[in-house]
Each structure stands twice: as structure tokens, then as C-alpha cells.
């Protein structure tokens, strides 16, 4: 069984975003860039799963989508324990775009399970593993937060309300997983780095898309207003500034 | 391409360097960033959330966690291959010390271990010694420890009374003795232990298993900070350690002693950068956070200069690790072509560049006591408490000044060693000297008309650089070989070469940085303040020795150099200053 996990490359989480000129772009200029954090998590489960001999799970590839400056990130993922990886060489534009360019790779190589974040932490759509399915034609299954194969079948745990769902799923197939999946992202060893340098990285070119949207603008939220802190044994004052000051009682 | 000119040990006084031929770090690769976010990952998820247990000193806890960093192959990143390791170049080995310095007495324990716990035996160790225990080392299976000091030899290391005496068939040595102040004393399985073989007038060493009978392990020391590392005495009571474990030579040990003291020491100079990067990410955002008078205290000006004061003596720091890291691997490589043994060329570069490693010990130490004295004030009350990480960094960084000898030692060193290596014929430095001292009164400050702003940075460097040399040369003639017992006037020798070489990386940093992305205003405000300071220590520092050496008349001629050679142009280091804060309250961490 063969998995490949598909990898956004985002800004760390604790990055100060800044727009370029016209709110239109973020400014790229020295921002770290790390791997979302859902898919760091799906490849953590993945080589979970390839490391357990009975799970039947041959090998692990990361798919990404992305100029060569993301290599680094790529990098990153095969020090992790990836096996090998797949770039498509362009500058991902929107969910559209980028789900189109992954599922033409994909389906060049062929995989039984292709797993990707729920979302990315930069932009959050929440759509690109949905749109993968459709253009691969094959199921898929979203707010994963368990993979495991039994009987060399996938099959996937869902939080739902009051309990969970397992669903079994032919392969190949979609997992659009959230967080749980995997307790705790895996650190690169000394090893996996000094393996990264020789492991493959095939790169293919794009295929004609269309991008559907366009960014008209970026606005960040305001402020958040000035946090007044009040002492535990003074309820009138609480009560004084919740109806004259915030007018909510 | 032609290579570069190496600079020896304490030649930059007399010599200049070219900006392209120094490392900066903006020039680490994406394999060392991703090794240093490894160190970074496993603090994170491994050290920082047990810090309250290692606190209490617990000696179980601290070893798992060194060996899943050994499992990890964070303590194989200075050994060979061929024993396990991963055999990365010196520049990668120090910005893992700098990586694991955030990790505070996990990292006393980690560096204890991979340093002075496991190099003596990788760099002396014969081919069985590091098959048997460098192998083990190298991947955490083994901890080891590092016994030097006793009670009565301390900074006098020779004076240690840990005897060893060959038993009777030959096989075995007996050592009796005790060590004290050793750093994973609780939880080692290996010790490199010091001791004087019958009555010889020099140390051997040996390599000892804690498991040998006759080893006891005294309780804990109660500490001031580094709680979590374990620091005990350890005894030897008719211990029979095999005759194939003594390290190196009969008569060795003092020398493997020193080598290995000079790798802890430029190590421990990369290892205060990560503690001081965390103590200003906890003072920024802590002043990003705190409001008084209704507004956030970051935008007082008060705790600008504060954080970058911080900023600008950590970058100075910084710079010149890394410069000395690429001198280091350059001096490796070219003895690792010479020599059979690789550990031995390693070892023999890092010694070489000892000058250097006393600087650096001394500077970082200093700068982490300062960067951590300003965090604990940016929090205010709140610093004062132990729950903060800041009261913590307060407390662990002290130990930094005393231990891998003290910085009175090292400072001495850095002076001492300079002039020793010049007397050995290494770098014509006294010549240098006669012959500033000798046109003395016609010094001036060597303004030119037009000259680059970099440019006009590398003459304020050299005259700083003169001005020392005026005043090792006034001291050696009054003086002469009662230098050494002048020991304030060794200092302040000292300090003037320690701050030039610091502003001297840092010019050429920047420089180097300019080079290739453009100007950079907040560099350029880094060390317009830097070189401020350093001119007016230069200026103190020389005077002070001066008056100490010179007679009264030549007293008005030496102040008069001293006035010109440290004269730069006025800078408005209060505006610099905020720039530079401004930058890393913008941030909200380091991102320089």
C-alpha cells in the first residue's frame, strides 16, 4: 500500500503577517516557512503506520505544490521519514489550482490513500483535499481524526456529535484529516536529516488550469479592545461596567 | 579560487580581514537550520514541559531525556562516523550548542555530556577505547561525566592530589582520590578522571566506568540555578580501573585537560547565545504584553534601550562565534589532510584558536549575565518570581562566569596566551607595537576625506587594535616578566582585545550581509551603537593600564593617542537604539 500525504508550506504560526502595497499580497520577506501543521500531522501518522510492519503500508511520498524555494520544506518532510516526494513546479494560486495540480501528479504515480490537512494555517480554505477527489473521481472522507488498516483496508475515525463514526472506504481514496490524528508531530533525527539530502524529489510541470478566484484584498481584524481586569470580591463593579460601559445588561 | 589567508590564534590584533572571508550566520544551510529546528523541536516537546521536575533535580528524569536527544542523534553531531556519530563540521557543532543553550539545565547536562563528557575520549581515545565508549557515547547509551576539580585544585588544576598507582600484576590501576563540582555526576555511566600516576609531577587520565566497586557518588550539590543538572563529588576508594583505560599518554592528562577545557570554552560562547535569544524573546513579548499607564510598556523609551542593548551585545557575540567556527574548520581540514588521526586534528585546531576561546567564554558569559539582568528588569515584579522562565534564566546564567574556568582565568588567557604565541614567533605583534609606540606622538585618528561609511568602521577598528598594542607595549617594557603578576593591567589589555574582536565581527557582518542583500538601516544602527561603546571602553580601558604603567610624563602623551584612537564619529546611539527595538518589537522575537 502506497500513501502520499499532500504538504502546504505556510509561514510559522507565530509570524507577524504584513501586506505588501494595496492589501493584496503578503509580504514574504523573512518570513520562516514550516509545514502546515495538519499535513506535518497526517505525515506523522503515515510513517506510524509504514513503520508497523502488519499494516501492509510500503511507502510514504509528500506531494506539494510549489516553486523551488518551498524545497526546504520538502526537505523537512523526508528528514521526518518520508520516503520520497513530488513538486509541482508552480506558484500556487488558489484551492482550485493547487487541488488540480496534485491530482495530475497523483494520478501519474498512483496511490492507495492520499491524505491531506484540513485545512492550511496561512489560508484556510478547507478545500483542496475535497477537489482532489473530485478530479481523481474516487471517495473521500473528511474530519478524519484516526487512520488505521485493517485487513489492508483503511479505515477512518470521526468526531461526531456525542460519539464516533468509522467508515471503511475502498482504495484509492481522500482522507481530509484534523487534528488527533497523530499526537504529537515527529522530529527530524540526525539520521533523517543526513538521509534528506539523497532521498528523490521528482518535480513535474504543470498542467493547464484555470484559477477561479482571485484576491481582491487582505484586512486585518481590529484591535481587540483594552482588557479590564476586576477584583474577584468587587461584583458591583463588574456589574457597574457590564451595563454603563459595555451596555450588555 | 584563491583561499583565503587563516588568521593564527590572537593575530587579528595586527592583522585585517577581508568581509567575504568571514562565515555570518545568514549563511547556515537549510541541512544545519533543519539540524538546529530538531534541537529547537526537542526542547520544546521534551525539556521545556517537564522543566519543573528537572528542577527538583531529578536524576532519572534528566537521563531519559539526554537519551532520547542521544536517540535522536543530537549527541553524535561532533563524532566521526565511523563511532556512531555524524561527523558535522565545527560551525554545525557550535549552532547546536547555541540551539540546545535555550534549554537550561537540560543543556548544562547535554553540553557536560557531549563535550567534556565524550571528546576526551573520541580526541585522545585509542582506536579500542572509541569502539568501546565512544560508540556508546555518541548515541546516549552511555552519559558521561568529566572529573578535574577537587577541593584544592581548582583553577590550579595541577594541584590535584587523585592518585593512581599500577598494581601488582600489572593489570590495573589504583586510583584513590576525590573530585568535586562534577557535572552529571548523579546519572554518568563513564568518567574522565584526572590523577597523578605514583608521584608524577603531571596528571594522567583515565577513562572510569561508574560501575567500577570503589566509585561513590556524593548527594546532589544544592546550586544556585542549573538546579535540574546533577552536580555532586565523587570518590575513589581503591578503584582498579584495566591499565587499557588510561586516556593518551602517562603525563598526558594536563594537556588533554587544557585541549578539552578550550573546546568546553568556545562552546559554552555559542551555548549562551540560545539562552540569551530566549531571555529576549521573554522580554519582548512580556513588554508587548504588559500595559501601564495605559499603554504597552515596549513603547517606553526606557525599555527600548533595554532591548537593544540586549540586541546589539548578543549580535556582536554572535558574529564573532561564527567568525572563529569557519577559522576552526579551515585549521581542521587542513590538519585532518596532515595528520592520520582525525581526532587528535580536531582537537589540535580548536586549541589552536585559544586566544579566541577565552574571548568568547568571557564576552558570552557576560553578555547572557547582562541580557538576563534586563529581562529580569523588563518584567519588573513579575521578574522576581519564580514562575517566570526570566527568574530561572536569572539564576542559571551566573554559573557560566565561573565554570570551564574562570572568566579572571580566561581573561588573563586572552592577553597572556596573545603575547605568548607572538613571543613563539607566530605573528610579529611586539614589532608592531615598538614601532606605533615609537611615532606615538604623531598619531592621529587617520580620517580621509571621502571615505566609505564601512570604510571609515575598519579605520575605527584599527585604531582600537593600535591603541592595544601601545598599551601591551608600554606594559611589557615597565613590566616586563612581572606582567603576569599585573593582573588588572592583563585585564584591561584583555577587554580591549575581547571588544575589538567583537566589534570587528560585527563590522564585518555586516558588511558581508550588505553585500549581498542591499543596506540594511538596523544593522547599520547595530553597530554604529556597538562601535560607541567599544570606543569609549577602549579609551577607559587603556588608560586605566596606562596610568599603571607610564611615568607621569608620558602620561599626557598616552591619553592624547588614546584620545584619537578611539575617537568615532558622534552617533545618536538614543535614536539607534529605538530603531533597533523598534525592529524587535515589531518582531515580537529575535529575527535578526
Not at chain 2, 532520547?68 to 560551525?91: A, H, N, T, V
Not at chain 2, 615597565?478 to 593582573?487: M, P
Request: charged residues 25%; aromatic residues 8%.
Amino acid at each position: 500500500m502506497k500513501i502520499v500525504v499532500c504538504i502546504s508550506n505556510v509561514p510559522d504560526t507565530t509570524t507577524r503577517i504584513k501586506f505588501l502595497e494595496g492589501n493584496a499580497s503578503i509580504d514574504t520577506s523573512g518570513i520562516q516557512w514550516v509545514i502546515n501543521p495538519w499535513d506535518e500531522l497526517s505525515l506523522t501518522r503515515a510513517l506510524e503506520l509504514r513503520d508497523d510492519p502488519a499494516s501492509g503500508v510500503k511507502t510514504v511520498t509528500v506531494a506539494h505544490a510549489g516553486p523551488a524555494s518551498s524545497e526546504p520544506t520538502i526537505r523537512k518532510a523526508l528528514a521526518i521519514g518520508a520516503d520520497d516526494a513530488i513538486r509541482v513546479n508552480c506558484e500556487p494560486a488558489d484551492a482550485f489550482f493547487t487541488a488540480s495540480q496534485l491530482a495530475a501528479a497523483i494520478s501519474k504515480e498512483g496511490f492507495d490513500i492520499i491524505i491531506c490537512g484540513i485545512e492550511s494555517s496561512d489560508f484556510n480554505g478547507s478545500a483542496v483535499g475535497g477537489m482532489i477527489s473530485e478530479f481523481l473521481g474516487i471517495p473521500s472522507v473528511s474530519s478524519v481524526s484516526g487512520l488505521s488498516i485493517e485487513n489492508g483496508a483503511p479505515v477512518f475515525t470521526r468526531e461526531i456529535d456525542g460519539g464516533r463514526e468509522s467508515l471503511k472506504v475502498p482504495v484509492p481514496c481522500v482522507a481530509i484529516v484534523q487534528k488527533g490524528i497523530a499526537k504529537e508531530p515527529r522530529i527530524a533525527s540526525m539520521r533523517g536529516i543526513m538521509a534528506a539530502r539523497t532521498k528523490p524529489v521528482r518535480v513535474y510541470e504543470t498542467v493547464d488550469t484555470d484559477c477561479l478566484t482571485e484576491i481582491a484584498g487582505f484586512e486585518k481584524p481590529a484591535p481587540g479592545a483594552a482588557c479590564k481586569y476586576i477584583d474577584p470580591d468587587d461584583p458591583a463593579r463588574l456589574i457597574e461596567l457590564l451595563q454603563n460601559e459595555a451596555r450588555v445588561i | 579560487m584563491e583561499s583565503r589567508k587563516l588568521l593564527k590564534s590572537g593575530e587579528f590584533l595586527v592583522s585585517s580581514t577581508e568581509a567575504a572571508d568571514v562565515f555570518i550566520p545568514e549563511e547556515f544551510s537549510e541541512e544545519q537550520k533543519m539540524i538546529a529546528q530538531t534541537c529547537s523541536d526537542f526542547l520544546e516537546t521534551e525539556v521545556m514541559p517537564r522543566m519543573n521536575d528537572l528542577e527538583k533535580c531529578d536524576r532519572v528524569l534528566m537521563k531519559n531525556i539526554l537519551r532520547k536527544s542521544g536517540e535522536l542523534g543530537m549527541m553524535g553531531i561532533s563524532i566521526p562516523e565511523e563511532y556512531g556519530g555524524f561527523g558535522q563540521d565545527f560551525i554545525t557543532q557550535m549552532l547546536v550548542a547555541e540551539t540546545t543553550g535555550a534549554g537550561a539545565s537540560f543543556s548544562v547536562a547535554f553540553m557536560a555530556h557531549c563535550g567534556i563528557g565524550t571528546l576526551p575520549v573520541m580526541y585522545y581515545g585509542n582506536e579500542d577505547q572509541r569502539q568501546r565508549y565512544v560508540t556508546k557515547l555518541a548515541t546516549g547509551e552511555l552519559i558521561g561525566a568529566y572529573c578535574l576539580t577537587e577541593p584544592g585544585a581548582g583553577s590550579d588544576a595541577n594541584a590535584g592530589k587523585t592518585g593512581a598507582t599500577l598494581s601488582d600484576d600489572g593489570k590495573h590501576y589504583i586510583i584513590n582520590g576525590q573530585k568535586m563540582w562534577i557535572t552529571n555526576a548523579g546519572f554518568a555511566d563513564t568518567l574522565v578522571v584526572f590523577a597523578k600516576i605514583d608521584n608524577d609531577r603531571v596528571l594522567s587520565a583515565f577513562i572510569i566506568e561508574t560501575a567500577y566497586p570503589g566509585v561513590v557518588i556524593g548527594a546532589d550539590e544544592h546550586k544556585m540555578g542549573i538546579k535540574g543538572s546533577s552536580t555532586a563529588q565523587i570518590y575513589f576508594n581503591d578503584v582498579r580501573v584495566p591499565v587499557e583505560n588510561l586516556l593518551g599518554k602517562r603525563g598526558e592528562g594536563f594537556r588533554i585537560a587544557l585541549s578539552i577545557l578550550h573546546m568546553g570554552r568556545i562552546k559554552l560562547g555559542a551555548n549562551v547565545l540560545g539562552a540569551a535569544k530566549k531571555a529576549i524573546n521573554d522580554s519582548v513579548k512580556y513588554a508587548n504584553e504588559r500595559k501601564q499607564f495605559g499603554v504597552l510598556i515596549s513603547s517606553f523609551g526606557a525599555i527600548k534601550q533595554k532591548l537593544a542593548e540586549q540586541v546589539v551585545r548578543l549580535f556582536a557575540s554572535e558574529s564573532a562565534v561564527y567568525r572563529v567556527s569557519k577559522d576552526i574548520d579551515d585549521l581542521m581540514n587542513s590538519y585532518k589532510s596532515e595528520y592520520s588521526d582525525k581526532g587528535r586534528a580536531a582537537i589540535d585546531a580548536i586549541s589552536h584558536y585559544a586566544v579566541e576561546a577565552a574571548l568568547l567564554k568571557v564576552a558570552g558569559s557576560e553578555m547572557l549575565d547582562f541580557v538576563v539582568d534586563e529581562a529580569v528588569q523588563i518584567h519588573g515584579g513579575m521578574g522576581y518570581s519564580a514562575e517566570m522562565d526570566v527568574e530561572r534564566a536569572y539564576r542559571d546564567s551566573r554559573i557560566n562566569r565561573i565554570f570551564e574556568g574562570t572568566n579572571e582565568i580566561n581573561r588573563l588567557l586572552v592577553s597572556d596566551t596573545a603575547m605568548k604565541r607572538a613571543m613563539k614567533g607566530d605573528f610579529d605583534l611586539f614589532g608592531e607595537a615598538e614601532k606605533l609606540f615609537a611615532g606615538i606622538e604623531k598619531l592621529n585618528d587617520g580620517k580621509k576625506e571621502g571615505e566609505s561609511w564601512h570604510d571609515e568602521k575598519k579605520r575605527y577598528l584599527e585604531n582600537f587594535k593600535k591603541l592595544t598594542l601601545i598599551c601591551m607595549h608600554g606594559a611589557v617594557k615597565k613590566f616586563e616578566k612581572r606582567l603576569v603578576h599585573e593582573q588588572e593591567v592583563m585585564n584591561n589589555i584583555a577587554n580591549m582585545m575581547m571588544e575589538t574582536y567583537l566589534s570587528e565581527s560585527l563590522a564585518l557582518r555586516v558588511e558581508k550581509l550588505e553585500s549581498i542583500k542591499g543596506e540594511l538601516p538596523v544593522y547599520r544602527d547595530i553597530l554604529d551603537v556597538n562601535i560607541w561603546e567599544t570606543a569609549c571602553l577602549v579609551r577607559t580601558e587603556a588608560m586605566d593600564a596606562a596610568c599603571a604603567f607610564a611615568s607621569p610624563e608620558m602620561l599626557p602623551v598616552l591619553s592624547r593617542a588614546a584620545e584619537e584612537l578611539s575617537r568615532v564619529s558622534f552617533v545618536n546611539v538614543k535614536d539607534a537604539r529605538r530603531r533597533i527595538a523598534d525592529k524587535l518589537i515589531e518582531d515580537n522575537s529575535w529575527k535578526f
